[in-house]
């Protein structure tokens, strides 16, 4: 049968997640950790089961040979002529691409050449994928960008007002991120409303790790809070979000520790956020608990995180002229009952009301009170299947 890998590669990571396609059903997944480590891990979980196992994985291509070693002697694919294909997610693919591509050299070379709008990302994905290349060189590769739901913003959104040379020489301009993800759960929400995704307006908040909030009409992107990097935006767990421009300058002349631009960004995309608020932890369960606790820190910074989403949310009603539902996603989003609660009792008077009955743990759908105006939603992403999607197109054209 056919099989279809979805990969999500990082410096030191790469999550996977095989499928059965067409049919979208997930056989197996799993995550490599510590690549570049002698005691690398490597997660397996299938049939119910998790198998973990420490190795020494000096790179990607190691990496991707344990991952398909282990298939086989789990017995999850009897020969890797059983994946006829691979998806990739990339973060940044600027101006280039406007939809997922079929990966050549000259492909690789451009993801290659954006690193420096996700440094963060773009390099594993790259690494990721020559390793793929190398092991599977037959088999169909696609690059699936988190930027291409996002290229249909119009110009007075995605510019910055600055000089017209910075745009024309360096294309520095707006190119958000997590577009699968809002694509996705815009799509779905359109399905649980039983609407148009056409006739709708919607407030799409990815909530994880990273956060970004996108304004999406009739389906399309038209705003969102990310940036030309995926620093921009709201408070994040590591990353700063939008703050000042002025605060760098000011920062290069009066901190001598950060007086290079990769000090600056370390400073920003690695050390703010809610770590660098709470100086306890970038991960919203230790938040959590430590604002329970009453660390002040703890609290303040899960204030401020709040604020900041509110706020987004609330200037995307102004872009869309009204919204027809918000949607809360990913680890945060799905998962958070406080966060939703506390970010929609802040703003009622946009026409959004959380019903507590509805808003619990493990919810989807519709949570909004049945007054409401606005609907307030939950809808779990899956950027992964929608890559598999994406390969299978590639593969069927037809479809
Ligand atoms: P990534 O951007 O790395 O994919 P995720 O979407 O997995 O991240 O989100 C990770 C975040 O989700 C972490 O801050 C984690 O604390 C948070 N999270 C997961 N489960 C819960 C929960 N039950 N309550 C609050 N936060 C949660």
Redesign the pocket.
Known sequence: MAKTISINAGSSSLKWQLYNMPQEEVIAKGLIERIGLADGISTVKFNGQTKSETKDIPDHTAAVKILLDDLISMDIIASYDEITGVGHRVVAGGEYFKSSTLVTDQVIQQIEELSMLAPLHNPGAVLGIRAFKELLPDVISIAVFDTAFHTTMPEVAYRYPIANRYYTDYKIRKYGAHGTSHQYVAQEAAKVLEKPLEDLKLITC?????VSVTAVKGGKSVDTSMGLTPLGGTMM?TRSGSIDPGVITYLLECDSNLDTPQKIRKALNRDSG?LGISEKS???????AGKEEGDEKCRLAYEMYIDRLRKYIAQYFAVLNGADAIVFT???????S??RKDIISGMTWFGVDIDPAKNV?GAYGVISTDQARVKTMVIP?DEELVIARDVERFKNPTN
């Not at 990815?206 to 990273?210: M, R």
């Not at 970038?282 to 959590?288: A, K, W």
């Not at 990913?330 to 958070?336: D, F, R």
């Open positions: 990815h909530i994880g790790n990273g767990g809610l970038s991960d919203m369960r230790d938040i959590l990913a680890g945060i989003g799905e998962n958070s406080l966060v743990s992403t």
